[in-house]
């Protein structure tokens, strides 16, 4: 039992129910029980209480694509400073990816997970289970034991499934289950060696592209085998203006179908590569501006349903390579939010959007509780100075690993407190 808390002099802004004015809310036994905007609010003996003094309070973030080093690769990253560099961007919940050694396809290392999780980090780490076994594409896993076990959705995190018969009898399975299926779409001998978006500024600096038909191509067949089985599919991500309208056809048809996209190819496009920036190699790859544009253009229409970090820690090694050899992916825990927020900045996506895209669609697609402010809802909370400046350097990182996408990069828009269950797991020094 925690003192209760009530947070004061707020602008709340609630995605789910399209809620931005003034207003209170006050946190009992880790549970919303009351939210007052433009009235007074009842407070209970012995509470906490925050001035807000007018900064945004928000549902804690939910982030649907987050890669951890343990267990196997725990230099990387661990369980433990994941969800302390979650905390401090001001994500409450992420869904752990199943590319750790061993491959998350047992029900008995779901069920390790939540229990190590719950005991080392302050974030909510939402498993994610392998589709096939070992993520080689070959073989189903046993989805039911999966979701018994805690499993929130069903993925093959950074593979993609090329057979599209195992994918349809895999579809049809996790529909019998009412599971999300989530997949990234790409075409293994389309992608081939690349390394970078297919064009010319590929030619330039002499390295292969990857063409967008390796995202497209697979991403119709996804779609129209989702059509096929019914099941909840959601394309990991996207990138390409041609993806956007491919996605579009498909909701005019199918209610079930959603997308996300990594906040990397919502901010950035192929020229932040400029002289072979090992660090702006990521998967899919950083796209032309006309598919930047195209992207947010998709997610202002709600084309594009959710945003993630799509944090992946590389260690200095596999990074400080060649281009062409260096490790892809990119971390983005603490840097989600900031980022998001230079799309509000700049007048491109409205700031309801943007966090309906972080909070109240993830947790719509994960069957979650959380990713709002309502009565009854879980306490998962955020206070965000918008306009707070500062830049991104490496001895501010939490995480284990320094690859991020936004090194040095001058952000506006800070998180000031995150609350967990109603207890308070981050507080910026400034708040």
């Keep these: 039992m925690t003192r209760p808390l009530l947070i004061e002099n707020a602008r709340v802004v609630d995605p789910a129910t399209g809620t931005d004015q003034i207003g209170a809310v006050l946190v009992e036994d880790g549970l919303v029980s009351d939210v007052a905007l433009n009235g007074p609010v009842g407070v209970p003996e012995g509470a906490e209480v925050i001035n807000a003094e007018g900064k945004v309070l928000a549902p804690g973030l939910i982030d649907m694509r987050v890669f951890v080093g343990e267990p196997g690769k725990e230099y990387r990253e661990t369980l433990a400073s994941a969800g302390a560099a979650a905390v401090a961007g001001g994500i409450t919940s992420f869904v752990m990816m199943p590319d750790t050694t061993p491959v998350v396809d047992d029900g008995a290392l779901v069920d390790f997970l939540i229990r190590r999780a719950e005991a080392q980090s302050p974030a909510r780490i939402l498993p994610a289970a392998a589709i096939t076994k070992g993520l080689a594409g070959k073989e189903m896993t046993e989805f039911g034991l999966l979701k018994e076990a805690g499993a929130v959705c069903f993925t093959d995190g950074g593979s993609s499934i090329q057979s599209s018969s195992l994918l349809r009898n895999a579809m049809a399975y996790a529909a019998n289950f009412d599971m999300p299926f989530v997949h990234l779409p790409a075409d293994a001998e389309l992608v081939g060696d690349g390394v970078m978006n297919s064009g010319l500024f590929a030619t330039v600096l002499g390295l292969r592209g990857i063409p967008r038909e390796a995202e497209t191509i697979p991403l119709a067949r996804d779609l129209q085998l989702a059509a096929l089985t019914g099941v909840r599919y959601h394309a990991a991500q996207i990138s390409a203006a041609a993806s956007a309208s491919i996605m579009t056809n498909a909701k005019a048809r199918n209610t079930k179908v959603t997308a996300g996209i990594s906040i990397n190819n919502l901010c950035l496009n192929e020229n932040d590569i400029g002289r072979y920036r090992t660090y702006f190699k990521l998967n899919p790859p950083l796209r032309s501006e006309e598919d930047r544009l195209a992207m947010i253009e998709a997610l202002r229409t709600g084309i594009i349903d959710t945003i993630h970090s799509d944090h992946d820690p590389q260690d200095t090694e596999v990074k400080r390579q060649p281009f062409a050899e260096a490790s892809k992916g990119a971390i983005g825990l603490e840097t989600l939010l900031a980022a998001a927020l230079r799309l509000v900045h700049s007048g491109e996506v409205d700031l309801l959007t943007i966090l309906r895209a972080m909070t109240s669609r993830p947790a719509e697609i994960l069957g979650l509780k959380s990713g709002r402010i309502a009565k009854g809802a ?54």
């Design 378 to 431: 879980p306490a998962d909370l955020i206070l965000i100075d918008l306009d707070y400046p500062w830049q991104v350097t490496e001895r501010s990182i939490r995480s284990k690993s320094r690859n991020t996408s936004f090194e040095n990069a001058r952000m506006q828009g800070k998180v000031m407190r995150t609350i967990v269950g109603g207890k308070t797991v981050f507080e910026h020094s400034d708040a």
